[in-house]
């Protein structure tokens, strides 16, 4: 069995981490967690692929993740955290809820960590009883593309984006429509392309 996993930890890491999550009858997913042991030897190809931060950065960034997208903008958000001090970024996250959010605490130390240069927004969709605003999320419901017109630099931005297939089509289109030039947004859909041109 094959798949493809993004790295989510920083390139000046000693070691490649990911980041998988659990699927609801997912062969690979479940093997994972289920069965891999620390110390495991796994068969994996080399790192490779089109979607990863440039070297060098000549406007702010906008991180845009839906779901288990996040996990290349983690790796970008760590790399302009530490490699790119003049940047500000905008690591923006939506979810279904804390149940399902994976590296909140991670994101939102980076941000503290930076002095103000580096923001987090979390969005929960449907925020449970026990997630609290402010710490666990940010903003309740989906990320809109109002919500990124009054928040982020639009033209002024790089605009990194990745998720499922309906978030994508949602804002790679939106932000075009926003005024964000085309070659300002880059994306990774994790599945088949000939599935994001599908009408
Ligand atoms: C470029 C790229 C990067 C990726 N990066 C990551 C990453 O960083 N982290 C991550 O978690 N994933 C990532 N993925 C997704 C990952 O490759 C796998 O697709 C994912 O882990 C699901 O694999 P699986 O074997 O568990 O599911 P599969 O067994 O392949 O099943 C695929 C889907 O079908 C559903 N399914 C399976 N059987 C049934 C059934 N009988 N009835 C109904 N539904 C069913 C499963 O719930 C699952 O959602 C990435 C994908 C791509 C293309």
Known sequence: MKRNYSISSAPSDARYRISVKREPQGVASNWLHDHVQPGARLKVAAPAGEFFLPDMLERPVVLL???????PLMSMMKA??????AVP?????????????????????????????????NFHEQ?????????????????????????????????????????????????????????????EFFGPADELLAA
């Open 89 to 121: 970024a905008h690591f923006v996250h939506g979810t279904q809820s804390g149940a399902t959010h994976a590296m909140g605490a991670e994101a939102r130390a980076l941000a503290a960590a930076s002095g103000g240069r580096i923001k987090a927004t």
């Open 80 to 85: 302009i955290a530490a490699g790119h001090p």
């Open 65 to 71: 993740s839906g779901g288990v997208g996040q996990t």
């Open 127 to 187: 925020p449970h009883p026990e997630d609290r605003q402010g710490q666990g999320y940010d903003v309740a419901g989906r990320i809109t593309l109002d919500w990124l017109r009054e928040n982020t630099p639009l033209a002024g931005a790089d605009y990194f984006l990745c998720g499922p297939r309906a978030f994508l089509r949602i804002f790679v289109g939106g932000l075009m429509q926003l005024g964000v030039p085309a070659p300002h947004i880059h994306y």
